[in-house]
């Protein structure tokens, strides 16, 4: 079906980092009919919220970037939390999506989905052919159900359901709770704080070996556009950076950014997770998508957001 500008799209989790992204993105490309709403009014693991907001709203286009989401920290402290949130968000979108006969359906899943010892760079094809990360694994397997149930729907029912694999993503709105964020937010929070209170050393976790890719929120919401905007016949795509960093190189940059002059130091008891994880994005390069932030710009309008919002960033608690 065609759809236009005007279509109404529903974003799924349109006040986090990946959705306020996203909203803004589809603003910028003329799509102004954008509905969403916060966890405290709808709460997508219900079945009645979500059916109640479908026949309410009538979205034509459906993007889910709802979930319980954290670093090694949180997944290891709710393991169930993470794993039962995000399957039964799944399961109540695209349920309510096939009984609304949505066209066009977007699933966020991640690239920690992918086995801990895939080849390198991880091709789509790659899922499900080994043991994943202990650290993130009850996550994993709910993102994993998403992706399958887009590949479900699209073979029993012939929709344009499909997933998107982002690599770690970083930029304004994150999540700069210490027990809940992810890698970049608390090496921003951990770093500025010490040199605010002028402590000579700052220990931060792991060897600072593993390699990552960071990918600026805005330039996954191009991709995101991108692919919503195209009618190929595909599954599921990467979303990835060029560039591959290790974890201390990247703490060094942070720390150029804060202009932090005390020493880093890492604690080597604490998990890496994964030693590399890289994804291959040939795929919706090919449609037309490139990354645009580099590393340092993304990480400097990050810290700017984060000084300007500081006292008003939320604790994010899982619950
Ligand atoms: N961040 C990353 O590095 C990364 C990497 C790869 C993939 N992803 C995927 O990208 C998607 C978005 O992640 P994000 O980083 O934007 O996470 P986020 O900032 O934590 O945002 C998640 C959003 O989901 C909403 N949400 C959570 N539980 C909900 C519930 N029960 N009912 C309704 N809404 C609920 C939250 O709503 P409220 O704010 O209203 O509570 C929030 O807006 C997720 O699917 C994640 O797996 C993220």
Known sequence: MAFNKKSKIFIAGINGLVGRSLKKCLLKHGYTNICGESSALIDLRKSND????????????????????????????????????????????????????????????????????????????????????????????????????????????????????????YGPHDNFDLETSHVIPALIRKIHEAKKYCVKEVELWGSGEPLREFLYVDDLSEGIVTLMQQNKNETSYNIGSKREIKIYELAQIIKNIIDYQGKLKWNKKMPDGTPRKKLETSKINKIGWKEKHSLEDGLIKTYKWYLKNLKSLKEKKIN
């Open 50 to 169: 979500v059916i109640k907001f479908f026949n309410t709203e009538k979205p034509e286009i459906v993007i889910n970037a709802a979930a319980t989401v954290g670093g090694i920290l949180a997944n290891n402290k709710y393991p169930y939390n993470f794993c039962i949130d995000n399957s039964l968000i799944e399961c109540n979108i695209i349920e309510n999506c096939l009984i609304n006969d949505i066209k066009k359906y977007i699933f966020l899943s991640s690239s920690c989905v992918y086995p801990k010892k895939s080849n390198q760079p991880i091709k789509e094809e790659y899922l499900l052919r080994g043991k994943l990360e202990p650290t993130n694994e009850f996550y994993a397997i709910a993102k994993i159900l998403g992706v399958k149930l887009c590949e479900a729907a699209r073979k029993q029912f012939e929709k344009n359901y499909f997933s998107v694999f982002p690599c770690n993503l």
